[in-house]
């Protein structure tokens, strides 16, 4: 039952974090820090698995929440005598997969040595503190320069260019979502649409780093029936909670700027340091 409940715990970090420009991540060895849902306490390989997985639980909201354009991508796929080429669904698909080659390019083959030097407490809050930083930078530059306000019409190179900044998410404590909006802000892109894009870009990411930490690890052969039982929790859970987020993170993108968050990123990233040099988390 502990594990079942620590489970819950992280699940509802995740479901908070994933689509907000703090970390999700960093969030989660954070709070697993705090709670011993650790390699500490448990296997390492078991945990840094459930970190991945989880996430795409949180995935799954936006496939709920954003179904009537998957749906209208999947139903107009192929362009036609009604739907020109650039309005097709394979079009779109094609450019968030585009987007999604640099990490990919880069994260399967280092995918291990991130996992042994950067899933600890120390990276992950100097790289909320770097990105904080560098969120202000960018969006005091680039945020109100945008080109383009919809996601249908971003191009092969706006794409590479957004997929280029993802990779910074490799490194836990950056933010995926911080990563990819400032590089749409760069590429031209409206704030609503950066995020609206990042959250589209998610879905190949997520099910690619899934599917390779649940093969990598055999689930099935080298996790008890608890832990499997606590992955399905994490994982509902992380739905849940980030079905009621997402909704609120893009009305909050439309009035307020992302420097809020870039404080909050701060004040945790030296709380937390203050806090591992007094080893209460390690």
């Not at 394979?90 to 990490?103: D, E, H, Q, R, S």
């Not at 832990?227 to 909050?252: R, Y």
């Amino acid at each position: 039952m502990l594990l079942i409940l620590k489970s819950i715990i992280i699940g509802i970090v995740e479901g908070i974090t994933e689509f907000l420009p703090v970390s999700s991540t960093g969030h989660m060895i954070i709070a697993g820090s705090f709670i011993g849902f650790n390699g500490k306490v448990y296997n390492k390989a078991y945990v840094d698995m459930f970190q991945v997985v989880i996430q795409l639980g949180a995935i799954l909201a936006i496939v709920v929440l954003y179904r009537e354009k998957i749906l209208a991508t999947l139903k107009n796929f192929l362009p036609s005598d009604r739907v020109a080429v650039r309005d097709c669904g394979l079009k779109f698909w094609i450019i968030v997969c585009i987007a999604a080659l640099p990490a990919a390019a880069i994260g399967i083959p280092l995918n291990d040595k991130i996992e042994e030097t950067l899933f600890y407490p120390l990276p992950v809050s100097i790289a909320l503190i770097v990105g904080a930083v560098w969120m202000i930078y960018a969006e005091n530059k680039y945020r109100n320069n945008s080109r383009s306000t919809s996601i249908d019409r971003i191009n092969a190179k706006q794409a590479l260019i957004i997929g280029a900044f993802q990779c910074f998410a490799l490194w836990p404590g950056m933010s995926r979502s911080a990563s990819t909006i400032i590089g749409a802000w760069i590429a031209g892109l409206s704030t609503v649409a950066a995020a609206e894009f990042s959250f589209f870009l998610a879905i190949p990411v997520m099910i690619g780093a899934s599917g390779l930490s649940l093969w990598k690890h055999n689930i099935l052969a080298n996790c008890s029936s608890n832990e499997i039982i606590a992955l399905i929790v994490g994982f509902v859970v992380s739905f849940i909670v980030a079905l009621v987020v997402v909704d609120g993170f893009i009305k909050f993108l439309k009035k307020k700027p992302m420097k809020v968050f870039a404080i909050y990123r701060i004040a945790i990233g030296i709380l937390l340091i203050a806090l591992i040099g007094m080893n209460v988390i390690s």
